[in-house]
């Protein structure tokens, strides 16, 4: 398993603990307002470090760093996922899992093997807007809700979050967000922000009284429901 992309340490990816971020290439979804597209149209052009590279790096930052987050890109397409996770086990790593829930099969096998610590799943809208949001004509939305449920019946941490992108979104969907989440553990609303590496152009983010009123709406179903990175003067 090779990644394309490393942050040494990180205080903010991992909830709670000091941890590293791998980055994986490649994705089975095209949101058009994906801010990693480099990792998902064309991961071989960035530099490719090898597991083994990685391994060795998590061996020396043994008692320093608590944990590591995959993300991508969509780690769940990675052949060698389950058994790098091993690995970083065995050195005694806690593994928390970015993914968009669109491979529920392979979530629930590393649930079962008890290999996850923490799972973030991206939720990228509502159902109704679903295939919109996620770049795909045809989506089968019954995968994602199989992950939800997957998730709310597991006993490990986890959270759903959405990102929030003006000309994606209406303030009103959170309602319905809200309700195909409820009962949820934790779920994070984050504003858009263009990295400049946008799949495509033109999004935006909100105003933060926008994002407030959304938040809103979900904590009639998620009462724990908070905003994520939001500039308190937004």
């Known amino acids: 398993m090779n990644f394309y992309?490393?942050?040494k340490t990180t205080l903010l990816d991992y909830p709670g603990h000091v941890a590293a971020t791998l980055f994986t290439g490649g994705c089975n979804m095209r949101c058009p307002f994906c801010q990693n597209s480099?990792?998902?149209?064309?991961?071989?052009?960035?530099?490719?470090?090898?597991e083994d590279e990685v391994l060795a790096f998590l061996k020396k930052?043994?008692?320093?760093?608590?944990?590591?987050?995959?993300?991508?890109?969509?780690?769940?397409?990675?052949p060698g996922l389950e058994a790098f996770i091993r690995q970083a086990r065995g050195l005694g790593y806690l593994v928390k899992l970015d993914t968009n829930g669109?491979?529920?099969?392979?979530?629930?096998?590393l649930l079962q093997e008890k290999l996850l610590d923490y799972v973030a799943m991206d939720i990228k809208a509502s159902r109704e807007h679903y295939e919109a949001a996620c770049g795909l004509t045809g989506m089968d939305p019954a995968l994602i809700e199989?992950?939800?449920?997957?998730?709310k019946d597991s006993q490990i941490s986890y959270e759903f979050r959405t990102t929030a992108v003006k000309g994606i979104h209406t303030p009103e969907e959170f309602t319905a967000i809200g309700q195909w989440l409820q009962g949820g553990q934790a779920y994070f609303?984050?504003?858009f922000q263009d990295s400049g590496q946008v799949m495509q152009p033109g999004f935006g983010g909100f105003e933060r009284r926008q994002l407030e009123e959304m938040l809103t709406l979900v904590r009639e179903f998620i009462p724990r429901a908070q905003l994520r990175g939001v500039d308190e003067k937004a």
């Open 38 to 50: 480099i990792l998902v149209l064309e991961p071989a052009s960035q530099p490719e470090i090898t």
């Open 102 to 109: 669109y491979r529920p099969g392979v979530l629930r096998h």
């Open 146 to 151: 199989e992950s939800i449920l997957l998730l």
């Open 5 to 7: 992309g490393i942050n």
């Open 189 to 191: 609303l984050q504003n």
């Open 61 to 78: 930052r043994k008692g320093i760093l608590e944990g590591i987050c995959i993300t991508g890109g969509e780690p769940t397409l990675q």
